[in-house]
């Protein structure tokens, strides 16, 4: 059970490492942020629905694929996040990961492959 925390946990932290990577000025942060944001407030609203919030990370994450793809690629080219975006990056990552965890979803397998699914390092 632990094990599969710290795993998720390390999925989510990767994707905090990643949105820190994002510059205003070739990805809009403002909309990267506000969507991350989003999914944090939909996480813990969903916290004790595993199936209501695999299905929403899921559908979040298909509906702003162009954006993720955008984010991943200024992370490539090694651009950055300001440090006010920085902190609320990690403010959402940490409800993210507070509400998975302490939820009722922190062992669901279709939660922990909905957050798999969560921009972290570019594939090699």
Request: charge should be positive; glycine fraction near 8%; charged fraction near 25%.
């Amino acid at each position: 059970m632990y094990r599969a925390r710290m795993k998720l946990f390390s999925s989510l932290l990767l994707t905090v490492v990643l949105a820190t990577s994002v510059r205003a000025d070739t990805v809009d942060a403002e909309k990267f942020l506000s969507w991350f944001e989003k999914l944090a407030d939909t996480v813990v609203a969903d916290q004790n629905d595993c199936p209501k919030l695999t299905a929403d990370i899921n559908k979040s994450l298909d509906d702003n694929k162009a954006m993720l793809q955008a984010a991943q690629q200024a992370h490539a080219n090694g651009q950055q996040l300001t440090g006010d975006q920085v902190k609320r990056m990690t403010a959402a990552g940490q409800k993210i990961a507070q509400a998975v965890i302490g939820g009722k979803c922190g062992q669901d397998k279709g939660v922990h492959a909905a957050m798999g699914r969560l921009p972290g390092r570019p594939q090699k």
